[in-house]
């Protein structure tokens, strides 16, 4: 009972922070927006008992996008002070509504046929969810199933994943990160043509 | 018991997020953030308690860090105007100040 009044007030919630970030033009505003918008669905996601997309959604949604949004804003900054604010977009976008109505529709005339929250009929229940259960434990002893299938039965497919979120980090941080580069060293000649 | 407590900290959330949205400047964004990222921290441990699932505790107690690393990174950005630091000691000199 409570959780149905938690998830309603949460998701109420949700709708209010996504129509503030839709029509802000403070983009720094939008980043603490953001963070506020993961937190709650992290939130959600507890009440849902699915600790784990919360954990996900906690330490990549709220911590690390927006470490990264407010860097990627003091990258891209513009002269101008405040240089967070943007302008106000003149005119109103007919196409990418149409777009997202239709798309919408499809998905929710989608739900109709997905079983209900927790059914023991779905088949992500009735599939292969019964064999690790069963199974996980003996083969690998590790006692969190989701644990074991990431690490141990898909190991080799979490390490080819690790790998290209590694490559994707050090490209990042060859080419943004550290200290900006100095001014090149002019040289005599250079100097000499410039005094002439 | 447990309920009551969800209850008033809901009513909390909604008080940081009203503030989150219309606060007229910048820190009042920051410590509504901040503040949002408490109760968060605060309904999780409850519910943890109402459903009897005191595992997620752990959540808890990782939203709780991770709040604190956005808000100080959030807070470095407004103060310096960037993350690294610069070559140039003449950028050091803050904005409005005489160089």
């Known amino acids: 009972m409570i959780d149905v009044v938690v998830d309603i007030i949460l998701l109420t919630f949700l709708a209010t922070t996504s129509i503030a970030i839709m029509r802000m033009t403070n983009l720094f505003a939008i980043v603490m927006l953001f963070g506020i918008f993961s937190l709650l669905s992290a939130g959600l996601f507890v009440v849902m008992d699915a600790p784990d997309v919360a954990f996900t959604e906690a330490a990549v949604g709220a911590g690390i996008s927006t470490v990264l949004m407010l860097a990627t804003l003091a990258l891209v900054k513009r002269p101008k002070e405040p240089y967070y604010d943007e302008a106000p977009r003149a005119h109103r976008a007919w196409l990418p509504l149409i777009v997202v109505t239709i798309t919408g529709s499809a998905l929710v005339y989608g739900t109709w046929d997905i079983p209900n929250f927790g059914s023991p009929d779905a088949p992500s229940q009735t599939h292969v969810a019964r064999f690790y259960l069963e199974n996980s434990m003996p083969d690998t002893g590790v006692p969190n199933t989701v644990t074991a299938v990431l690490a141990s039965y898909r190991g080799f497919d979490t390490l080819g994943e690790v790998t290209v979120i590694f490559t994707a980090a050090v490209a990042v941080l060859l080419l943004i990160g550290g200290k900006r580069p100095k001014p090149a060293l002019r040289s005599k000649d250079e100097e000499a043509q410039d005094e002439a | ?99």
Do not use: C
């Open chain 2, 1 to 99: 018991m447990y309920i009551a407590a969800s209850l008033a900290i809901l009513v909390t959330m909604g008080l940081a997020l009203a503030r989150a949205l219309s606060g007229p400047t910048t820190y009042d964004r920051i410590a509504a953030v901040n503040m949002h990222g408490t109760k968060t921290v605060l309904l999780i441990a409850v519910l943890a308690f109402l459903s009897g699932r005191t595992d997620v505790l752990d959540i808890a107690l990782v939203y709780a860090l991770i709040n604190f690393i956005g808000v100080v990174a959030a807070l470095k950005l407004v103060e310096q105007g960037n993350f690294h630091a610069s070559d140039n000691p003449d950028d050091e000199v803050k904005q409005g100040e005489q160089k």
